[in-house]
Structures are given as structure tokens and as C-alpha cells.
């Protein structure tokens, strides 16, 4: 018995890659590129936000007084809170909260550390110890476009939250009593 073969027509590639593309580009999509974007998004605001805090630090070190307003001039509290606050307000996605100014006095002959939270007791001494404002804040940055997946990862579908700071020598240490 002698069986015939009939050879088929082969098929163009085209027509299964053309069925498989959508699948490709959910995968590249959202595997890939919106990750990476909301990634890039988080890492910015982050990026604000200490930038925010920096100029703060450098605002209240420039201050005349730490707690008290005097003359009209803002003390480094408050002019940290309003500097911090004007960054929060300038961008979206951003959440700054638990401000926090404080005294960091560094001994000059053992570089011990100590920090505080109100004013000096006694007037500050440079020849003894030397004077930081120090601006710490928690921040929060929203993602771009939260991605729908039922595990929470900070950055992805939920905001990623960071502890930042920034320290500046004080400009007038004499202040710090007031």
C-alpha cells in the first residue's frame, strides 16, 4: 500500500507573532517599564523632599534665635517648619511629617555628640564646643501609578517612607539660649 504525503504550506511567522504581541507588551509593560517608572518617580520626590530639608537646615542655622521670634525674625524652628512646609505644598505625592529641630553640640576636644530638642540652659561657649541645627523629617513618597499586585512593596503600590536629616554649623550660636 503506498500512502501519498501531501506537503503543507508553510505558515508565515507573522501571523503568531501578531497574536502573541498584546501578551508581550502587558509583560513588558508591567513587569518592566511601569515599575521602573513608578520607581523613578519615588526616588525623585525622595530626592525633593531632602532637598527640602537641606534648605531648611541652612535656613535655621542662619536664624538669630532657636525657640523665640525676635524682631520680627523667625526663629530656626520655625523657620525649618515654613521652609519644609513650602516644599510639602510644591509637589505632589509628597507627605513630610514629624519635623524635628534640634541643638547638636559637639565637644571640640572629644567630638562627643549630644542633642537637644529646646533651647540652651547657659550661653553657648565656642571655645569649648562647637554648634549644628540639625533638621530631621519623615518622609513619604507616593508611587506614579500604583501597580495592582496583592503583595504591598514600598515604591511599587504603596508610598515608601524614609527617616532623612540634615545638619548645618549655626551661624549665631549666641542664639541658641533664646
Not at 3 to 10: A, D, I
Request: hydrophobic share 45%.
Amino acid at each position: 500500500m503506498r500512502v501519498n504525503f501531501v506537503r503543507s504550506r508553510r505558515r508565515s511567522g507573522r501571523a503568531s507573532m501578531l497574536a502573541e504581541l498584546p501578551m508581550i507588551l502587558w509583560a513588558v509593560l508591567m513587569v518592566v517599564a511601569f515599575p521602573l517608572i513608578d520607581l523613578a518617580t519615588v526616588f525623585l520626590r525622595i530626592t525633593f523632599s531632602y532637598a527640602g530639608i537641606h534648605y531648611a537646615s541652612i535656613s535655621a542655622a542662619r536664624a538669630n534665635t532657636f525657640a523665640n521670634p525676635v524682631d520680627g525674625k523667625p526663629s530656626a524652628q520655625a523657620e525649618a517648619l515654613s521652609k519644609i512646609k513650602q516644599v510639602e505644598n510644591s509637589f505632589s505625592g509628597l507627605s513630610i511629617s514629624n519635623i524635628k529641630t534640634a541643638i547638636l553640640i559637639t565637644k571640640n576636644d572629644t567630638l562627643a555628640l549630644s542633642s537637644q530638642l529646646v533651647p540652651l540652659a547657659i550661653p553657648a561657649d565656642q571655645s569649648v564646643n562647637s554648634y549644628q541645627i540639625e533638621v530631621s523629617a519623615d518622609c513619604s513618597a507616593q508611587p506614579l501609578i500604583p501597580i495592582p499586585i496583592p503583595v504591598k512593596i514600598e515604591g511599587l503600590n504603596a508610598p515608601i517612607t524614609l527617616h532623612l536629616s540634615a545638619k548645618q554649623y549655626c551661624e549665631n550660636p549666641q542664639g541658641l539660649t533664646i
